[in-house]
């Protein structure tokens, strides 16, 4: 088995990558959902938030508030690292049981979606590391168009990642978006094949 790690900033389109290593066959472990599965109402991580951010991050319903979180977070490394002990180990606890369960399963390619991968995890635990780009420029564009975030707070999400040029030499694979959908197809479609190719190595 093959086990990759998928990253990219934010608005890169790491997840339309993703989405194109499913349809060829990869087993994909989405990080983000397992946080978030992680947050609901009643779970220990979203109590342990709670009681370090207080009552504020909370919506009316008991739901996680995102955007307010985000915004507490954002700007104070402090404040992150601390929302990141929370959340991070119950996301690899379930990452681990997802790993194990595809391997006894027979998969070929498990493809780890981790947006923070080299923000919060050692890259050398992987078979491969894959990066998708995108041009600052078109980032900011996708956050604004896509997401309706206002530039300044698209900005300041931007900023709060690792810069991409740190983490292009530390990948094995970049896939650059920098064209339309198809171009970014064909990129993805041929480090799919190298991955393919080094499960036949193994």
Do not use: C
Request: charge should be neutral; glycine fraction near 6%.
């Amino acid at each position: 088995m093959l086990h990759v790690g998928l990253t990219g900033n934010i608005a890169s389109g790491k997840s339309s990558v993703a989405a194109l290593f499913r349809r060829w066959g990869a087993t994909i472990i989405d990080a983000d959902q397992l946080a978030r599965d992680s947050q609901r109402p009643g779970t220990a991580v979203l109590a342990a938030i709670v009681e370090r951010f207080g009552p504020g991050v909370l919506q009316v319903d008991g739901s996680l508030d995102r955007a307010t979180l985000r915004n507490r977070v954002l700007d104070a490394p402090g404040e992150l690292a601390a929302l990141n002990a929370i959340v991070h180990p119950a996301v690899r606890r379930e990452a681990a049981g997802l790993l194990d369960t595809a391997a006894r399963n027979g998969a070929r390619i498990v493809v780890s979606d981790i947006p923070l991968l080299f923000e919060t995890e050692d890259p050398q635990r992987f078979d491969a590391v894959v990066l998708v780009d995108a041009p600052e420029p078109v980032r900011l564009e996708r956050l604004v168009a896509q997401r309706g975030l206002d530039p300044a707070e698209a900005r300041r999400m931007m900023a709060a990642q690792l810069p991409a040029a740190d983490k292009r030499q530390r990948s094995t694979y970049v896939i650059d978006n920098d064209g339309d959908f198809s171009l970014l197809e064909r990129r993805a479609r041929e480090v799919w094949n190298r991955l393919e190719a080094a499960t036949k190595r193994r």
